[in-house]
């Protein structure tokens, strides 16, 4: 009896020294709270609860990988862990790990796409962001495009500029089709807003005038009446003759420096030798952009000039033009 009773307490005693070890080692942080860098995990789908624990152990989990797969299958929740990309900050202990395995809490990126950039800076952007995997990796734009649902739609002005978060190594196409659906989405508001007499036929020419709106400036109060110079040019069949298609369709021959001969050279993107729209947009506009191509000021004006400081001189006749040519750009 005296026997037993000394094995009970024994037991006892070490189910309670499991136990503390137990509740020590969940609360230890598994990474050190002094680490400069996170740890980071990818779970493949259909990963298996054992397979987790040898990679956490192998990227820096400071606990042996049959600890955590023990710890996996006793909490009940070993198939629950969900595939992604995980980031575990200093601090992070087995339980506030599985609990973030088990919510999906995937490291999160972002990706800014900015007004006015076209699509040579927009995909120079995404190319090079090391938070995408580059499943766009030696395609061309026809091919991005095909690839992200848009076959045969010319990709310039197509994606909405804003910032975009995604799970960190989310394929590029993903984002670019986000970004492209975001366009459709805003342009279909802001066409349902135009005003009743647009000279814009579709809101295919909303997004390129919008386009050269945001191009032409980046003051904000301007943008409405500058949209009002090109429909009061566009209504009376009166050339656009606006410097940032012309340097659009120069592409990579531009070096900063517009000519003369720049104006006087003929591509289906110079407003100077053709009436109308160009073919495409030139740039992604922004949402203000788009709301004032299709909400443009009433304006008599029908000339425009840069004062140097961002703004706009606006002018009715080419006598007044001229004089404002001559104050702001000839003086300077």
Known sequence: ???????????????????????????????????????????????????????????????????????????????????GSYEFEAGTTPRSLLDKLVRGDQALRSLTLLEGWNIREMMAAVRSSPDLQQDIEGMSLPEIMTLIGYPGRHPEGRFFPDTYRMVKHAPASTVLRQAALAMDQRLA?????????????????????????????????????????FSNRLRIGMRLQTDPTVIYGLGERFDGNLRRIHLQTDTPYNTYTRAGLPPTPIAMPGWNSLLAAVQPQATRALYFVSRGDGSSQFSVTLQEHNAAVQRFILRR
């Open 189 to 229: 508001e802001a066409w349902a807003q135009r005003g009743a007499t647009t000279p814009l036929r579709s809101p295919d020419e909303a997004l390129i005038l919008a386009s050269i709106v945001e191009k032409e400036t980046g003051l904000e109060s301007d943008r409405a009446q500058i949209a009002g110079v």
């Open 1 to 83: 009896m005296r026997l037993f009773k000394r094995l009970l307490i024994a037991c006892v005693l070490l189910a309670m020294l499991v136990a503390g070890a137990a509740v020590w080692w969940l609360q230890r942080p598994l990474v050190p709270a002094d680490a400069t860098q996170a740890l980071e995990l990818t779970v493949a789908p259909g990963a298996s609860p054992r397979r987790v624990a040898e990679s956490l152990a192998n990227a820096g989990a400071e606990s042996p990988a049959t600890l955590l797969f023990a710890w996996f299958r006793l909490s009940g929740q070993a198939r629950d862990i969900k595939a």
